[in-house]
């Protein structure tokens, strides 16, 4: 008897075995597009979070530039103290936006000076050129500055001389230095010379290669990691940053704008926000304005998306409202805006625009109201928006909250009457483990066609929290993956789909993980990074059915897959997720009167750990393998590796 079951055991063993080896059937209805894809499906959300503006990809190098922290030396040490009295911080209420700066009284010709530690260190490179700059007001003749940077042992790696001219009022002066050795965790020193009072402010280091070359702009390096994607939009500045931890400490629009020296500084809501990563020296400065993230998007090929306070304060922290009668200023900052982006020079904010170097209007489009905003409160507040965009600007398209979560009483509450609004876009977020994703590929298969229209604002998928930059794996990234096929087979409904956070600094960071992870540097791309790439870069622009066994495949036998056409390039690209750990064989039928190339393009991204990432030292860990296949006619026969996401581009005829 105990043979005879052995026997059976074998037997299905076999019998197993073999069913294993069994190609896989999907079908792809090539002729029968279900719907077509946005040209701004895949974008980037950008926040000031984990030192991501300031420190990150604004590139000024000094800290508390302005003394406008809360504490005013914050960032600074003094050289040589001299006696009571040589160096005064002054307040002055008259001026705009930055009411502070330092007075250095030099009775005696001493030699003065300031060292600054920048942002976790200075990161410069050797050979790179770095302008100093400064504003200043002084009578007094013969003032000289020194600069010089100094590497973590206090060699100088770089330095500069220069005098300044009598001025009797606030002037600029700035000098360029070679610096002769890299190293991330440079400190300046600022020597001051000569006799009699020197009044600075805006002390300011930049390198001079920046993005595009812009005097005082971007970091070149992390920009071109999102100009690679190709990203559809860019949605600024946030986040929770938008709310603020109460109304006072808001993002203002408007404060943001204009000359960069009375740009009002504020408190970054992730300061304090979590008692295990406290960072006290984060402030905002918003040498990256709002202008600056509209001319970020223009260069980028990538549509605006900005997101507005809606008069309400982050509901996790004071929860303030502003009352509904004292809501107008916060319903005239968005309909400025609109003119801001799109007015004619004429008007007062078009006018701005085009003094700040860009007469030409953004285009603004879409408009987000409120941030994962939630209740009764919410609704009452975007109504009053709703109505006075709607009247005065019907071409853009609002963008509503539908809270933190992608279920529950608050989501359902919301949706209910977001689309009893006639909303145009709803923002749904989602922080979720990797098993979510998994199990709500199909989420958007039965969302009604006719209604408001889907923005999967943020999402990442969390392995475990908090974790920093080595926690960003492939596990969580294949699920991503996994997910964003459901997005895409359902690009009718969701319009706009975007990764968050976007940058982690690997010593700054509060919130992980993240997509772009930095030092003062260097920059690499997560397994995330590179799934978000490789479906931005391969878009479409019209949905193509592919199922399996009449069903959408998503998640049967491991398999997640989409497809699209792209018109323009006559290509079929085929998505496909392999989420287990044996390779699964698969024939994709491809029905359809035209005719397919033999050879097609194969993209894979693969690896049987799922906890591997990448890091500073190992970049390329997870990056994409390119290779060409030939197929036989239309019946494709493709085995996909364990754990891989694998994309096929095919020239049709």
């Known amino acids: 008897m105990k043979k005879v079951v052995s026997l059976m055991v074998a037997l299905a063993g076999l019998g197993f075995s073999a069913a294993a080896q069994t190609p896989i059937a999907l079908n792809i209805q090539l002729d029968k597009p279900s719907g077509k894809i946005s040209p701004h499906m895949w974008g980037v959300f950008f926040e000031d979070i984990n030192l991501g503006a300031d420190g990150g990809i604004y590139a000024e190098l000094v800290k508390n530039r302005s003394f406008e922290f809360d504490e005013p030396w914050m960032g600074w040490k003094k050289l040589e103290n001299g006696v009571e009295g040589t160096y005064l911080l002054v307040n002055d209420s008259k001026r705009k936006g930055n009411k502070r700066y330092l007075r250095l009284n030099n009775a005696g010709n001493l030699k003065l000076g300031l060292q600054n530690e920048g942002f976790r260190g200075m990161g410069v490179k050797a050979g790179g050129a770095y302008e100093f700059s400064l504003q200043y007001q002084s009578t007094a003749k013969g003032m000289t500055i020194h600069v010089e940077l100094l590497d973590p042992q206090n060699k100088v790696i770089g330095a500069a001389e220069l005098p300044l001219d009598p001025v009797a009022s606030w002037s600029e002066a700035a000098v360029k230095f070679p610096v002769n050795q890299t190293t991330e965790k440079a400190k300046l020193n600022v020597w001051f010379k000569g006799e009699g009072t020197l009044d600075v402010d805006m002390l300011s280091l930049f390198p001079v290669d920046t993005w595009k070359g812009r005097r005082k702009g971007l970091r070149k390096d992390m920009v071109q990691m999102l100009a690679d994607m190709k990203p559809g939009f860019i949605r600024f500045p946030g986040g929770c940053i938008v709310e603020g931890r109460d109304l006072a400490n808001r993002f203002q629009w ?35 304005g709002f202008f600056e993230y509209f001319l970020l998007a223009e260069d980028i090929g990538a549509t605006a998306v900005p997101i507005l306070n809606c008069g309400m304060a982050c509901q996790f922290n004071t929860g303030e409202v502003v009352p509904l009668d004292e809501l107008d200023e916060y319903v005239q900052d968005a309909l400025d805006l609109i003119e801001f982006a799109n007015g004619s020079t004429a008007t007062k904010w078009g ?37 006075a965009l709607n009247e005065k600007h019907p071409e853009i398209k609002i963008i509503a909250s539908s809270g933190t979560d992608p279920e529950g009483d608050r989501f359902d509450f919301l ?24 199990s709500s590929a199909s989420r958007y298969d039965n969302y009604n066609r006719n209604g408001a229209k889907i923005f999967a604002g943020e999402y990442a998928s969390h392995t475990t929290r908090p974790n920093g930059p080595g ?41 992980s993980p993240d997509l772009i992870w930095v030092d003062n540097l260097q920059v690499y791309g997560t397994p995330s990074y590179q799934v978000q790439k490789l479906y931005a870069t391969n878009r479409g622009t019209a949905i193509i059915p592919i199922m399996h066994d009449g069903e959408s495949v998503a998640g049967k036998d491991s398999l997640y897959a989409s497809a699209v056409y792209d018109e323009s390039s006559k290509e079929l690209i085929v998505k496909v997720v392999n989420y287990n750990s044996q390779p699964k064989k698969v024939n994709l039928d491809v029905v359809s009167k ?29 990056r994409p393998k390119e290779s060409t296949v030939v197929y036989n006619g239309k019946k494709l026969v493709q085995t996909f590796a364990p754990y891989s996401f694998t994309l096929i581009r095919l020239s049709t005829k």
Do not use: C
């Not at 809501?269 to 006290?280: C, S, V």
């Not at 409120?370 to 009053?384: F, S």
């Not at 689309?419 to 876009?425: F, G, H, Y």
């Not at 050879?599 to 750990?609: E, G």
């Open 594 to 622: 035209k005719k397919l190339t033999a050879t097609a393009q194969l993209v894979t991204l693969a690896n049987p750990d799922l906890n591997v990432s990448n890091s500073l030292e190992e970049p390329l860990n997870i």
């Open 415 to 438: 949706d209910d009457k977001l689309r009893a609004m006639n909303i145009d876009i709803i923002d749904e977020h989602y922080y979720r483990p990797p098993s979510w994703f998994l």
């Open 351 to 387: 006018k701005l625009r085009a003094e700040m170097g860009h007469p030409e209007p953004f285009h603004l489009k879409m408009l987000g109201v409120g941030n994962e905003n939630w209740g009764p409160q919410y609704i009452e507040r975007l109504a009053i928006f709703k109505k």
């Open 254 to 288: 408007k404060k943001t704008v204009g000359p960069i020296s009375e740009r009002e500084l504020i408190i970054n809501r992730w300061n304090t926000e979590f008692k295990h990563r406290l960072t006290p020296d984060y402030f905002q400065t918003f040498g990256l």
């Open 471 to 511: 926690k960003s794996t492939w596990e969580a990234a294949l699920s991503e993956a996994a997910f964003m096929t459901g997005l895409e087979r359902n690009g009718d409904v969701v319009e706009m789909a975007s990764y968050a956070p976007l940058f982690g600094h690997v010593d700054g960071w509060q919130w």
